[in-house]
C-alpha cells in the first residue's frame, strides 16, 4: 500500500479526538445472556462512552502463530464453548466487520508481519461483552489476534504500534480476565463472589501496579511469585492486558470497574484508560 492509499483510508474514518481504551474481564460465556452487576456495567460503559467510528478488539480466545486481524466485511458469531444452554448457542451479533479497518491494521505495524484473516470472525471473547456495551451491533469490529509463540514484551510493544487508531475514532479493546486459572475454579459457587487467598494477592499486586504506572513487573509477571504463577497458568486471559496498558498515554487516567472475583479463581476486575 502505498502512501497516498493509506491517507485515503485514514482520512475516511476521520478524526473523532481520541478514543479511550478499554480491558474487560469477560468471565463466563453466560454473561452473554444474563442480568447481573457485571452486565449492567457494561451496559452503563456504553452510554457514556463517545460512539466509536469501529472497534478492535484483542481477545484471549484467538491464539494463533503469527499475528492477524480478520478482514471479512461481515463477520460470523463464533461460539467457541461447550456445555451452555442453548439459548447461548442462539446468540448472534450481527455486527459488520471493516476490511478498511483491517488494512490500517496491517499497514501500521512495522515490526511483524500482519495477516488479513477471513475464517476467524467474532469469538465470544469480544461478542459477550460488546454486545452489552453496543446492542445494536451496528458498529464495525474487527479482532487481532495473539501469537502465542511471543514473550508478553512482544504483546506490549505491538500495541504501542496501533496508538494511533484511537485518534481516528477506533475504541480498542481487551478482553480477557486478569485472574483466570479454570483448573482451580470452584464450579459449585461459579456465580459466588469470593476469592482464594492467592487469587486476593495476585489481583492486589496487579492493580497496585497499573495504577502506579509499573508496566515492567506485569511485563515480567513470570517474576512476581507464587500468586501470579496460580493467576496466570497460561498467559492468554492476562495479555489482553498488556495491549490494552500499552496505549495508556501519559497523564491519562485509569478507572476500575467490576473489581470483582467469582468463583475462587477468576477476576472480573475491567479498566478504562481516558
Known amino acids: 500500500m502505498n502512501l497516498k492509499d493509506l491517507n485515503k483510508m485514514t482520512s475516511s474514518m476521520g478524526n473523532t ?52 486481524v480478520t478482514a ?23 455486527a459488520p466487520g471493516s476490511p478498511e479497518l483491517a488494512r490500517q491494521t496491517k499497514s501500521i505495524i512495522s515490526t511483524t508481519e500482519v495477516g488479513l484473516d477471513e475464517k476467524w470472525g467474532l469469538d465470544h471473547g469480544a461478542w459477550s461483552v460488546v454486545k452489552h456495551i453496543y446492542p445494536n451491533a451496528d458498529i464495525p469490529i474487527i479482532q487481532m489476534s495473539i501469537d502465542y509463540s511471543q514473550p508478553a514484551k512482544y504483546h ?16 480498542i479493546i481487551g478482553s480477557g480476565n486478569m485472574v483466570h486459572n479454570l483448573r482451580l ?13 492467592w487469587a486476593i494477592e495476585a489481583s492486589e499486586k496487579m492493580k497496585a501496579y497499573i495504577l502506579n504506572g509499573d508496566h515492567q513487573k506485569l511485563i515480567n509477571f513470570k517474576a512476581q511469585g507464587k500468586a501470579f504463577e496460580l493467576a496466570i497458568p497460561t498467559p492468554e486471559h492476562y495479555l489482553p492486558l498488556l ?30 484508560i481516558g
Open 17 to 68: 479526538g481520541k478514543m479511550p481504551v478499554l480491558f474487560l474481564g469477560h468471565g463466563s460465556p453466560m454473561n452473554a445472556i444474563e442480568e447481573n452487576e457485571f452486565v449492567s456495567a457494561f451496559k452503563k460503559l456504553g452510554k457514556e462512552l463517545l460512539r466509536p467510528n469501529a472497534i478492535l478488539c484483542i481477545s484471549a480466545h484467538w491464539e494463533t502463530k503469527g499475528t492477524f
Open 243 to 272: 495491549y490494552s496498558l500499552a496505549l495508556k498515554e501519559e497523564n491519562e487516567n485509569i478507572s476500575l470497574f467490576n473489581d470483582k472475583p467469582v468463583a475462587g479463581s477468576l477476576s472480573m476486575t475491567s479498566l478504562k
Open 185 to 197: 475454579v470452584d464450579w459449585n459457587k461459579l456465580n459466588e463472589q469470593y476469592a482464594f487467598d
Open 72 to 94: 471479512m466485511q461481515n463477520p460470523p458469531t463464533i461460539h467457541d464453548f461447550g456445555g451452555f444452554p442453548q439459548a447461548l448457542f442462539d446468540v448472534q451479533y450481527p
Open 156 to 171: 506490549y510493544e505491538l500495541a504501542k504500534e496501533i496508538s494511533s487508531l484511537r485518534q481516528k475514532g477506533v475504541l
